[in-house]
């Protein structure tokens, strides 16, 4: 199976843009759907966005749509969040995961791989 490793966490005023990505190896990275979520501390971790592994779909929670864009590049082996107008409240671990199920998948029981996660701050 994949392992997975994300990138492009920081500190970053509010405001700015954040490109993170997840980076793939091992594993057919062609078969896999995609999904980011966030933690934040005492909080659960959320879905954030996922690309399926053909077509591809693409879905984004309420929280980040119309301010992020989920991308794919297989030739790379990377998925890219690409997150705008960053809040405070957007201050959490990043962290992309694998799923080999078919579709659109928002659900985090079906992600069977994840990465080690990348710090995002964001202050006012």
């Known amino acids: 199976q994949v392992q997975l490793v994300e990138s492009g966490g920081g500190l970053v005023q509010a405001g700015d843009s954040l490109r993170l990505s997840c980076a793939a190896s091992?594993?057919?990275?062609?078969?896999?759907?995609i999904g980011w979520f966030r933690q934040a501390p005492g909080k659960e971790r959320e879905f954030l966005a996922t690309i399926s592994r053909s077509g591809p779909s693409t879905y984004y929670a309420d929280s980040v749509k119309g301010r992020s864009t989920i991308s794919r590049d297989n030739a790379k082996n990377t998925v890219y969040l690409q997150v705008s107008s960053l809040k405070p409240e957007d201050t959490a671990v990043y962290y992309c995961?694998?799923?080999?199920?078919?579709?659109?998948?928002?659900?985090?029981?079906?992600?069977?791989?994840w990465g080690q996660g990348t710090q995002v701050t964001v202050f006012s």
């Open positions: 995961a694998a799923t080999y199920v078919s579709g659109v998948v928002t659900n985090r029981d079906y992600y069977r791989v």
């Open positions: 091992g594993g057919t990275f062609g078969s896999t759907g």
